[in-house]
């Protein structure tokens, strides 16, 4: 073996040790989510806009990378992104009468689906009206939805995103996102969709 080989040699070793070593920072793929938010309630723009940063910021954090569609967006005619896109209705209030959703839910994500719900008068409640808190609140139910959608049931974490109900103040000083937990499971359930269209396109 030359010294030029085993120099080659210890250095893929090291990166193999590298990529097994937990903990150790690594370069990962980011993986984009392609998410639809359907504003049945009227969001102005402004919050919409503070949301999306909210809820891409905390996605990034795990390296997926959200892509924001609107219903007028052309890639809607792909049927391979109409079958992987998450859908999140914005909706005015829960507009089911007969809703077994909690008064104080402030959204819902229907497990095995891609789609989710989010209540607009509850976040105002709890939120205030100016846009910055709004976006933010905004943002951070939707990312907390779409995890419900991507994690096993019961996602529910004591910290973080996951958390039951929404910390405004942890919210406002951007520092709620998925556990390592979650973020390994999310990117694995990606991974997997992901591979599953590219057998289908086979
Ligand atoms: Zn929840």
Known sequence: MTTATTALAAASFLLVSLA?????????DVMP???????????PITVLEKSGRATTRIFREIDVE?????????????PTVLKSMIVVHVLPHDTNAHSK????????AL????????????IEALTGHGDNDLGCSLGHVIAH????LLLPARAHSPSGIM???LDGQRAAQGALFFTRGQARQIRSRLMNAEQQVAMREQ
């Open 101 to 108: 959703i909690a008064h104080e839910a402030l959204g819902v």
């Open 163 to 165: 958390m039951a109900g």
């Open 111 to 122: 497990p095995g689906t891609r789609f989710a719900w989010v209540f607009y008068d509850r």
């Open 145 to 148: 939805e779409i995890g419900h």
């Open 66 to 78: 959200i892509i924001w569609l609107d219903k007028s967006d052309l890639r809607l005619t792909n």
């Open 20 to 28: 097994a070593t937990p903990g150790v920072a690594q370069t990962r």
């Open 33 to 43: 989510l392609m998410v639809l938010v359907n504003n049945i309630a009227g969001v």
